[in-house]
C-alpha cells in the first residue's frame, strides 16, 4: 500500500460513483468545496468539457499549490480560492454567481495531511500537537489540550468522538498536563492509550482514533462548517443541479442525511394536524436512498477509503 501511495498529494475515493452522482455536463458550472490535492477537480472538468466551469475551494496552502500545479492546463476553466466550503456563498457572490450546477463535499482529512508528520493529525507519526487545517488561524490542537478544563474536554471527547471512556481520557490528560504540558502527539496517544482499558476493540483500533477525532473536529470547527455548507448548497443550486457530500464518520454521515431527509420532506407539521399549516415544500429528491460505499477493489487498494459514504440529492 505505502508504494502505491508514494508521491501521491491525496488519493480521492470513489470518483467514478462521484461523477456519476454529480451528472457533469459541458457548460455546467461547478463547486468543490474541498480541493485537496485536486483529483476529483481534474474528473470534473474533463466530464465538463470543452466548457464547464469549475470553482474549487480549500483552506490547506498547501492543497491549493498542488491542486494549482495538477489544473494549470485547464486555464481559465478553473478558479482556485483559498476559503472554507462554509462560505460558499460570499465567494461565488463575489464572483457574480447566484447558482451552480453542481457541488461536492469530500470530508474529513486529506491523505497528505495524515502523511505529513508536522502537521500534527495522526497519533503514528510523532509531531507537535496541531491539526489546524488552516495552518495560519485558531487555535491548534496544542491550545486545546493544554487550555480546556476536564468537563470541558471529555465533552468534545464524548460528542466528537463518540467516545465512551470519554471521561477517563480527559481525566487522564489534565492529571498528566498538571505536570508538564502535553506536545506531541505520541505524548498524548499514550495517555489516551493508557487510559483506556484493553479490549478486543482496541486490538483493532487505537485507543487513540477516536480522541484524535474529536480534538480535530473541535480545532477546526468542522461539524458546524458542515451544516452551514448543507444548508447553503441546497440553496445556490439550480434546478435539477446536485449536492455531492462524501463523508468518513457517523457524525458527518448523520449531518448530511439528516439535512437531505429534511430537505426532501417538505411538510414539518405535527402528523396530528389533518392539513398543513407550515406550507413548506421540498427542494431536495434524494438520489442514494442508502449510501454509496467503496468498491471491495478500492478499498484493497486504499484501506483508507474504508469508512467512507457518498450522498447525494437534486434540486428540484
Known sequence: MEAKNKGVFHRPV??????????????????DGTAGGGGHSLEILKSSAPDGLLIALDIDDEAIEET???LIAFGGRVILVKSNF???RSVLAGMGISKVDGILLDLGVSSHQLDSAVRGFSFTLDAPLDMRMDKNRGPSAYDLVNSLSREELEKIIREYGEERMARRIATAVTKRRAISVIRTTTELAGIVAAAC??????????PATRTFQAIRIAVNNELSNIEQALEDGAELLRSGGRLCVI????LEDRLVKTSFSARGKGCICPPD???????????????TKKPIIPSESEISENPRSRSARLRAAEKI
Open 14 to 31: 470513489m470518483i467514478a460513483e462521484t461523477l456519476v452522482a454529480l451528472q457533469c455536463r459541458s457548460g455546467g458550472v461547478y463547486l
Open 68 to 70: 494549482k500545479k495538477r
Open 86 to 88: 462554509s462560505a460558499m
Open 197 to 206: 482499558p484493553r479490549t478486543r476493540e482496541a486490538a483493532r483500533i487505537h
Open 247 to 250: 463523508s468518513f464518520h457517523s
Open 273 to 287: 394536524f389533518p392539513v398543513c399549516a407550515c406550507d413548506r415544500k421540498p427542494t431536495l429528491k434524494i438520489v
